[in-house]
């Protein structure tokens, strides 16, 4: 078996030039939710995946609101294809992009539905922009144990060109997994710092892809395989 590169996020992308093999770290589990939240006027949603997209989707003719914002390009595309209007998203897809370029007002009422495990900066900062917030957690993360076994085997097994990860969860999952075990194996890409920073916090080194997109984590990862003989 030739070397692959292991795609730990959901979306099945495919690539002519790589061998992809497509392992979720993440398993979702659907929520319920206090649907009277949904009988609110809202200035904005704001999308941040395209998880909270395919989640929410369901209660979207129940809601009230007047314009859409995402996080992400591709959450956008699949907004788009889903027949969702999108009316802002930012350059640079992170919380921090989105929030240099935030086109909401103090005063505005926006509804975020998220995982219950999203990172909690960007609603932390829309709060104290005085921009009254209504989270919903839709779904949670858990780890695809089955998964993460087999794609420690294959590194055993040597048979693992490189790891990549879109999140922090997944990185999280991993490696608690291993619980300090080590695989003499250092080849992971990542999208994101925030991603690249919680590798470090388990003493880990990765490449971050040049630009936030899983397109551009696997040119990343082809690269690396040919720099290292693959």
């Given at each position: 078996?030739?070397?692959?590169?292991?795609?730990?996020?959901?979306?099945?992308?495919?690539?002519?030039?790589?061998?992809?093999?497509?392992?979720?770290?993440?398993?979702?589990?659907?929520?319920?939710?206090?649907?009277?939240?949904?009988?609110?006027?809202?200035?904005?949603?704001?999308?941040?995946?395209?998880?909270?997209?395919?989640?929410?989707?369901?209660?979207?003719?129940?809601?009230?609101?007047?314009?859409?914002?995402?996080?992400?390009?591709?959450?956008?595309?699949?907004?788009?294809?889903?027949?969702?209007?999108?009316?802002?998203?930012?350059?640079?897809?992170?919380?921090?992009?989105?929030?240099?370029?935030?086109?909401?007002?103090?005063?505005?009422?926006?509804?975020?539905?998220?995982?219950?495990?999203?990172?909690?900066?960007?609603?932390?900062?829309?709060?104290?922009?005085?921009?009254?917030?209504?989270?919903?957690?839709?779904?949670?993360p858990q780890p695809n144990l089955e998964n993460?076994?087999?794609?420690?085997?294959?590194?055993?097994?040597?048979?693992?060109?490189?790891?990549?990860?879109?999140?922090?969860?997944?990185?999280?999952?991993?490696?608690?997994?291993?619980?300090?075990?080590?695989?003499?194996?250092?080849?992971?890409?990542?999208?994101?710092?925030?991603?690249?920073?919680?590798?470090?916090?388990?003493?880990?080194?990765?490449?971050?892809?040049?630009?936030?997109?899983?397109?551009?984590?696997?040119?990343?990862?082809?690269?690396?395989?040919?720099?290292?003989?693959?």
């Amino acid at each position: 078996m030739n070397p692959v590169i292991v795609m730990t996020h959901s979306s099945k992308i495919e690539s002519n030039d790589a061998s992809l093999l497509h392992k979720p770290f993440i398993k979702i589990e659907p929520l319920t939710f206090n649907q009277t939240l949904l009988s609110v006027h809202y200035d904005w949603i704001i999308f941040s995946s395209k998880n909270a997209v395919k989640y929410f989707k369901p209660f979207l003719s129940q809601s009230h609101f007047k314009r859409v914002a995402v996080i992400g390009k591709k959450t956008a595309a699949y907004c788009e294809k889903e027949g969702i209007e999108v009316d802002f998203y930012p350059a640079d897809y992170s919380q921090e992009g989105f929030l240099a370029e935030c086109p909401i007002h103090a005063g505005e009422n926006v509804l975020i539905p998220s995982s219950k495990a999203a990172r909690p900066y960007l609603v932390e900062q829309l709060c104290e922009d005085e921009i009254a917030v209504q989270k919903i957690d839709l779904y949670q993360p858990q780890p695809n144990l089955e998964n993460i076994k087999a794609v420690v085997q294959l590194i055993e097994n040597n048979e693992v060109a490189a790891v990549t990860f879109a999140s922090s969860s997944a990185v999280r999952y991993f490696f608690d997994y291993l619980d300090g075990k080590s695989l003499q194996f250092n080849r992971y890409i990542v999208i994101g710092k925030q991603t690249l920073q919680t590798m470090h916090q388990y003493g880990q080194s990765a490449i971050q892809s040049d630009e936030p997109t899983i397109d551009a984590m696997i040119q990343k990862a082809k690269e690396g395989k040919q720099n290292n003989g693959f």
